[in-house]
């Protein structure tokens, strides 16, 4: 039987290849997870920094996808994680939901949402979009009005708080291994408590230091799930944002994938990966954890 080279999971470069155009913000954003750079993956993932407030503002519209979406909006302060670092005025359903801290949001597919409106802007902070069910930008954004500029704002027609679709306090439950160097415990963003009835778990954090142990023989070993799932490590200089200041070795399937970019691992389920090390650290990075299919901790990582 021949030997897996799991190097085809990983994406070591994003592509630049959507939402291009749009002053003080990463324009095109980067795309980490799609079927060009892992086949089959059928996903697609893309952050981008916002430098200040975007301009045209708003420069994505009402729209509605054949897919569920997550849209994560993630401070870039390791110190205050919770901080946005600006004001954001985001319509889903016609409803308009405005935030101030790192929020994400569940949009079932043929729900409406946008615009989104930048209020304020205190520091940088980043954006990330995650297209459930499909691994290219043509078919999760190419017909869905996004880019169709509106005069008047949306409407709401149902009768539903869709607040409920946003999580803007993250839950504290995973990875308290740490003692310095690193948020912990983790930061859930999304799960099936927090928004009932969804199948993904999202867990953030930053590392910001060589992270220490609390005790001997803690932290990450092999391990599988019967899910799939991604990690991205993502730099947190928006400045240079292909940089992630660090070097990382991360197992997959015993084999060892050193890699010191900006960088999306996509683990199929049942393929032990792990561990993980912090080889070496230059700057603050963020991880951001995603089990695909599972609505909790204990049944994405419960053996």
């Not at 749009?22 to 954003?29: A, D, E, G, I, L």
């Not at 954001?88 to 405005?98: L, T």
């Amino acid at each position: 039987m021949p030997k897996i080279n799991y190097e085809k999971y990983l994406v070591r470069k994003p592509l630049y290849e959507a939402f291009g155009g749009t002053k003080n913000r990463q324009s095109p954003t980067m795309t980490m997870m799609s079927n060009k750079q892992v086949p089959g993956s059928n996903h697609y993932m893309e952050p981008g920094w916002i430098y200040g407030i975007p301009d045209p503002n708003p420069s994505l519209y009402e729209h509605v996808h054949d897919f569920d979406e997550i849209v994560m909006h993630l401070g870039g302060n390791y110190r205050t994680p919770q901080v946005l670092g600006g004001e954001v005025e985001f319509y889903v359903g016609g409803q308009p939901v405005a935030f101030n801290t790192s929020t994400t949001f569940f949009i079932p597919k043929g729900t409406p949402h946008g615009p989104v409106i930048w209020k304020k802007f205190q520091y940088p902070h980043l954006q990330m979009a995650i297209m459930i069910g499909t691994g290219s930008a043509g078919e999760a954004w190419g017909e869905s009005g996004i880019h169709n500029k509106k005069i008047a704002p949306p409407k709401k027609t149902k009768d539903f708080d869709f607040e409920q679709y946003a999580v803007r306090s993250p839950v504290r439950e995973a990875g308290s291994l740490y003692k310095s160097g690193r948020t912990s415990p983790a930061m859930t963003f999304m799960s099936g408590v927090q928004v009932p009835g969804v199948k993904y778990y999202i867990e953030f954090q930053w590392t910001f230091g060589t992270p220490v142990l609390k005790s001997a023989g803690a932290g990450m070993k092999e391990m599988t799930h019967d899910f799939d799932e991604i990690i991205l490590h993502l730099g947190g200089a928006p400045q240079n944002p292909e940089d992630l200041g660090a070097e990382l070795e991360f197992f997959v399937g015993g084999q060892p994938l050193t890699f010191d970019t900006t960088s999306a691992l996509f683990i199929p389920r049942g393929v032990p990966h792990g561990p993980s090390r912090l080889k070496k650290f230059r700057k603050p990075y963020m991880m951001i954890a995603i089990m695909c299919g599972a609505g909790s901790l204990r049944e994405g990582w419960g053996r």
